[in-house]
Every structure is written in structure tokens, then in C-alpha cells.
């Protein structure tokens, strides 16, 4: 961010003389401002329900966000990148159903986490031909392939469900680790430094940031831009696919309609964590910060009996307020000095 | 963007719904009786109406994934505007309608044109709130048949020569949008703004607010669908027309809209929107489950956006039209 502003007042784009600490505290202070956000949240909700500030509520409270944000890491790369994918919410779809399928055919645990990930990574490989090897608009391809993966579950399924599923899948999705601390919370952590040492740590985040700032500079800086997005749609793919396996093994059954909406949702966490939608800029720390705020929001409102549409409309303001009052505090401050 | 280059993908897309009724009817030929085509073009009429509106907006760049949940919220306003006041006259309900859907639709407008924000990101926003606001108004409770005034009612079911009036109303907003997109100067700047933004902005035309006009027309068509939609199903609720506006979106990716702004055409929208209404109304006549209708559209969608990037890559830039045809 090299947005400064110059003596005659006007706002233009200048290249700092060097990287300096202050422009890294800049970048830190959007994590910040959210830190803020989610302790506010945190305080506001143990104030209002005397119900929150509870061991096992808080427990059953990171069920809100945890399969959300496994996908929202990947998904903050492919942002950053400049690509999204809306089909993630229907990856998770057909997923649940090629398990649930496996399930009728007499497979057992180990076979279903295969299946899991597999048909989330033949998704996301799907995605990514469209995208690179076709050259195809990410918005559009995944908009098609969100009706088509979700079509394929409603022909295997129609208004039909499968369950039965055995015994010892049951544990990610309702297993704990070590007293409160669920599966799911720390597959999250696990998921969250490696996704943050992933973009922030080695040479391919490096490129991940390359592509997106600038993708036609990217390669002809010799990067396989083409190649890095491919790998990018396999990881949302798998992470879908992992997020498929923590889900349907917490609601032990599988609809066609199973996470509709998610797409918006885990969008929404990466966009609220400080990623520019344009790519080329966000960290993970940010979008982690991001899944507690949404995550803590739904589950006190929950505890205050608000209806789950009533927090959408917060999830709503919350994404567009974030985003345009850093814009309007810009504006003022311009015309302030002009 | 030359004369032919774009008409030759509408043929080809009329080319495929032809194929496409003409493959139904050769098992089953009620399909194609003049009432029955009158039928499906009337249930389609909602998707024309707003694949339109939401052409526009794509045509500059922008996306609004709000429209369904506009419509929703217009039509609930105006579900229960009828049953505390029955005695409106429809003509007033139409106006209220397209005027609430018209606020919605700047709303999104002013974020994109005022503050810059990313139309997926505010439509996507605004989406959420307007379906949540429904939810406020109406404290989740429906609004049914019987709480509705027949003259409420039955304005879309009317029929004026044949065909009804929600059937005439498509085919006004069709032409309107010949008109608007053809022959004024506003529909020439929404292809400027999307063709390139850097040019229009030297030819002296005001991208955002340009943008903003655009998402004012796809707000007032969801409004006044909004309106159509809850009257002729006759119930209003929080969740009517969920995820219509992918198919919207998807109808205008049939039709050749090109996502990345700039290039589309009315025909093109008209035609998306109808194979997806003949689509999803030829299924329950040829016996195939209707759960088969979202992995249809969706590889249609998939199709139809790989075709147009093939056929617009081998065409290439050509400055010097006489060039062209010379070789």
C-alpha cells in the first residue's frame, strides 16, 4: 500500500524510497482493526449472554467457522492469485455424495476420507483446466461447475439421503482431541500455519502475490502462471473436499442441499480477513481472525435467539462496512487536506 | 465487434434452441403447440426480464448477484402494502415496485460508483441484507393467496390477444432494451464503459456513474419482477426466487454476455434466457427428473462460456476493417 499523499493534497500512487517499518505496521494494523473487531465481539457477547463465556459453548461455537475456514485458506490463495471459485460450497456437495455412495457399497472409514478428498481434488482439477487450460473467466467457469457438481448430487440423490454412516467416521466431525478441544479446531490450527507458512514463508506465496499483482509481468518474469492457479484450484478442490468429510461426518448424513451458500460465506471470511478481491493482497492471519469474528457473531446472536437471517444481514453490513470505511475515512481525510 | 461477428453466435445459439424444440417435439409434438410454446415463453418471461437488466450491468463490468433478493424483498413490500391496504390500484403497486427495486438497485450503484468497493463484493453484500430485511418486514411469516386482493392477483394473469399481460411486459421490456442499447446515448456508453473504461473516461462519459445508471435499471426490472413474481404465484415469502440470480447470470453467459465487459446484445440475453426456460420446461415432458435441470444449466453454462472464448480468441484485433475483408 503506497498510497500517500502528496503536498498539493491530491491522492496518487507513489513508490516508497525504501520498505520501511511503518509501511509493514500498515499492513498489520487491517489485522489489527479486526483483532479489535473479534475482542469487541468476544466482550459485547459475554456481557450480553451469561451463557458465553462457557468451556464447552465456546467448543461448540468453533463448529460455526472451523470447515468454513479450511476452505477459506485455500480460498484466500486463489483470491490472491486473482481467481475465485464459487463451487466450493457444491464440491462439498458431491463429495458428501460420492461418500455417502461408497458408503452403500460397503466402504469403510479410511476408503470414505480417500473418496473425500479425491472427488475434491478431480473438482478442483476440473475447475482448473476450465481456467488455465482453457482460459476461461474463474467466475464464470465456477458459477457453471457450482450448478453442475450440485446438479450431479440432486441426480444421485433427488430428495433422497444417504446415512448410515459407520461408527468410527464419526470422529472428525464430533471428536475431541483433548477436553474441549474438538477435531475439527485443531484440524483448523493445523490447516491455518500451514496455509500462513505456505503463502508468507516459501518461494510459491511469493508467486502466489506475483500473479496477482501483476499476472502478465508474473510471466514474463518466467513464473508458470498457468500452473501455480492450477495448483491453487487443487488445493480449494481437496480443502472442499476436507471441509465435505468434517461435515457430513458432523451431521452424519448427506443431503443434495448439504452447505448450500457456503461459497458466499467462506468469500465473505476471506474478503472480511483483509483479502483484496482484486488479488495480489491479504494474509492468513487475517482471514483466521476473520472466521472467529463471523464465528463468535452467529454463536452469540445465537444465544441471544436471533434468527440465523437477521445475522446474514450482519455478515452483509459487516462485509461491506469493512471494506468501505477504510474508502470513506480516505475521502474525508483528502478533502480534509485539500 | 463487428456486425457479424456477434450476430453469427446469436444464430448459432437460435440454431441450438431450434435443435433443441425440434429434438423435443419429434417424440413428443404437444411441445410444440402454439399454446404450450405461449406457456413456456410466459413462465420464462421473469428470467428475460431480469437477464436484461443484469446484461447491462454485466456489459459495464459489474456483476448484481442482488436481483433475486431484491425481487424477493419488493415483492414481500408489496405483498403486504396489498393486505394492509387492498383497495390500491395495481398501477400504483407497479410504480412502488419498480421504485423500491429502483432504491435497491442505486444503493449497490453509490457503493460501486461512490466508493469503489467491488461489485461482487457489494452485490454479494447487499444480497444477504435485502433477503435478511424480507425477513425483518415480515417476521418470517408468509403472505398467502387468500391475503392477497384478486385485482392484485390476477394484473399478470390477464390476457390481452392470447397472451398474458406478464408475457407482454417481456416483450415491452425487450423492446425498450432495443431502443435503450441501439439508438440512445446511455446504452452506447455502457458498451464505452466496459469496452474500455481509460477511453470512455477521455470521450467524456462518467464510468461510475454510468455503472451506477446500469445497476438502477437491473434494480428497477427486480422490483418490477418482484411485483409479477409474488402475484402470479400468489404467495410471498423469505425465500422466494432463492439462487435465481445465477440463473440469471448464467442465462446472460448463454447468451454471449462477456463477463469481462463489454460485449453482449439484446437478442443474445432474450435467447440465453429462453433455452434455459425451455430447458427446464421440456424436462417433465420428456420424463426426466427435474433434478437433473441445475447439472444441465450448469454444463450449458460451461459450454456456452468455453464456445464464446474460442470463437473471440480466433477473431483477434483488427484495426483496418477494409484489412480485414481484404484478406
Same mark, same amino acid.
Given at each position: 500500500m503506497s498510497v500517500t499523499a502528496n503536498e498539493t493534497g491530491s491522492i496518487e500512487r507513489q513508490i516508497p524510497d525504501r520498505l520501511k517499518s511503518p509501511a509493514q505496521r500498515f499492513l498489520a494494523s487491517w489485522e489489527l482493526l479486526l483483532l479489535g473487531v473479534a475482542v469487541a465481539v468476544f466482550t459485547l457477547n459475554s456481557f450480553a449472554s451469561?451463557? #458465553? =463465556?462457557d468451556a464447552w459453548n465456546l467448543s461448540d461455537a468453533t463448529y460455526n467457522f472451523t470447515e468454513k475456514a479450511m476452505i477459506a485458506f485455500a480460498m484466500a490463495l486463489l483470491i490472491i492469485s486473482g481467481e475465485i471459485d464459487l463451487s466450493v460450497a457444491s464440491i462439498i456437495a458431491l463429495a458428501s455424495t460420492a461418500m455417502g455412495f461408497a458408503v452403500q457399497m460397503g466402504a469403510d472409514t479410511s476408503v470414505l476420507i480417500l473418496v473425500g478428498v479425491g472427488v475434491g481434488l478431480l473438482c478442483g482439477a476440473f475447475n482448473g483446466v476450465l481456467v488455465?487450460? =482453457?482460459? /476461461? *473467466?474463474s467466475i464464470v467457469v465456477t458459477i457453471g461447475t457450482m450448478s453442475l457438481f450440485r446438479g450431479i448430487s440432486y441426480i444421485v440423490l433427488g430428495d433422497k439421503a444417504y446415512t448410515g454412516y459407520?461408527?468410527?467416521? $464419526?470422529? #472428525?466431525?464430533?471428536?475431541?482431541?483433548?477436553?474441549?478441544?474438538s477435531f475439527e479446531f485443531v484440524l483448523f490450527v493445523l490447516f491455518a500455519i500451514f496455509f500462513a507458512i505456505v503463502l508468507h514463508r516459501t518461494s510459491f506465496g511469493r508467486l502466489v502475490y506475483a500473479i496477482g499483482n501483476n499476472p502478465v509481468g508474473a510471466l514474463f518474469s518466467g513464473i508458470q502462471v498457468a500452473r501455480v492457479k492450477f495448483v491453487l484450484f487443487l488445493l480449494t478442490g481437496a480443502m472442499s473436499g476436507v471441509a465435505a468429510i468434517c461435515l457430513t461426518s458432523r451431521l452424519g448424513a448427506t443431503r443434495p442441499?448439504? $452447505? #448450500?451458500?457456503w461459497e458466499l460465506e467462506v468469500v465473505t471470511m476471506v474478503v472480511l480477513g483483509g483479502v483484496s478481491i482484486l488479488g495480489g493482497a491479504g494474509s492468513i492471519p487475517g482471514v483466521v481472525i476473520a472466521a472467529f469474528v463471523m464465528g463468535m457473531v452467529t454463536f452469540g446472536f445465537g444465544l441471544l435467539n436471533v434468527p440465523g437471517i437477521v445475522m446474514s444481514i450482519f455478515i452483509g453490513l459487516l462485509l461491506i462496512a469493512v471494506i468501505a470505511l477504510p474508502r470513506i475515512a480516505r475521502q474525508v481525510l483528502a478533502r480534509g487536506r485539500g | 465487434m463487428t456486425w457479424s461477428g456477434w450476430k453469427s453466435r446469436e444464430v448459432i445459439l437460435a440454431g441450438a434452441i431450434v435443435l433443441l424444440v425440434g429434438m423435443i417435439a419429434s417424440r413428443f409434438?404437444? #411441445?410444440?403447440a402454439p399454446s404450450n410454446l405461449a406457456n413456456v415463453f410466459n413462465d420464462t418471461s421473469p428470467l428475460i426480464i431480469l437477464a436484461l437488466g443484469q446484461m447491462v450491468v454485466i456489459v459495464t463490468r459489474c456483476i448484481d448477484l442482488s436481483v433475486a433478493a431484491n425481487l424477493a424483498l419488493t415483492g414481500m413490500a408489496v405483498a403486504m402494502l396489498n393486505t394492509a391496504?387492498? &383497495? /390500491? *390500484?395495481v398501477p400504483f403497486i407497479l410504480a412502488i415496485a419498480i421504485g423500491l427495486g429502483s432504491l435497491m438497485g442505486l444503493l449497490n450503484g453509490l457503493l460501486v460508483w461512490k =466508493?469503489?468497493? *467491488?461489485p461482487i463484493v457489494v452485490t454479494l453484500g447487499t444480497m444477504t441484507i435485502y433477503r435478511g430485511v424480507i425477513f425483518l418486514i415480515s417476521g418470517g411469516e408468509w403472505i398467502n393467496a387468500h391475503e392477497m386482493s384478486d385485482s392484485f392477483k390476477s394484473f399478470p394473469r390477464e390476457t390481452i390477444l392470447e397472451l398474458p399481460v406478464l408475457s407482454w411486459i417481456a416483450i415491452l421490456v425487450v423492446l425498450a432494451f432495443v431502443v435503450l442499447v441501439g439508438r440512445t446515448a446511455l446504452g452506447r456508453a455502457f458498451f464505452a464503459v466496459g469496452g474500455n473504461p481509460h477511453a470512455a473516461v477521455y470521450t467524456g462519459i462518467n464510468v461510475g456513474q454510468t455503472q451506477c445508471a446500469a445497476y438502477v435499471i437491473s434494480g428497477a426490472l427486480a422490483g418490477l419482477t418482484g411485483y409479477l413474481w409474488v402475484a402470479r404465484y400468489a404467495v410471498a415469502y423469505v &425465500?422466494?426466487?432463492?439462487?435465481f440470480e445465477l440463473e440469471v447470470v448464467a442465462a446472460c453467459v448463454i447468451g454471449?454476455?462477456?463477463?469481462?465487459?463489454?460485449i453482449g446484445s439484446v437478442g443474445g440475453a432474450l435467447l440465453g434466457a429462453l433455452f434455459l426456460g425451455i430447458v427446464k420446461n421440456a424436462l417433465p415432458v420428456i420424463n426426466i427428473?427435474?433434478?437433473w435441470q441445475l447439472a444441465i444449466s450448469g454444463s450449458a453454462i460451461i459450454i456456452a462460456v468455453a464456445f464464446n472464448a474460442t470463437s473471440s480468441r480466433s477473431k483477434?484485433?483488427?484495426? =483496418?476493417k477494409k484489412a480485414e475483408h481484404a484478406t
Open positions: 451469561p451463557y #458465553f =463465556l488455465t487450460g =482453457l482460459g /476461461l *473467466p459407520p461408527s468410527s467416521f $464419526a470422529f #472428525f466431525g464430533q471428536g475431541y482431541v483433548w477436553w474441549v478441544v442441499s448439504i $452447505a #448450500f451458500g | 409434438p404437444a #411441445f410444440i391496504m387492498p &383497495d /390500491l *390500484p =466508493l469503489s468497493i *467491488p &425465500d422466494i426466487a432463492g439462487g454471449g454476455i462477456s463477463i469481462a465487459g463489454g427428473s427435474p433434478f483477434g484485433r483488427v484495426i =483496418l
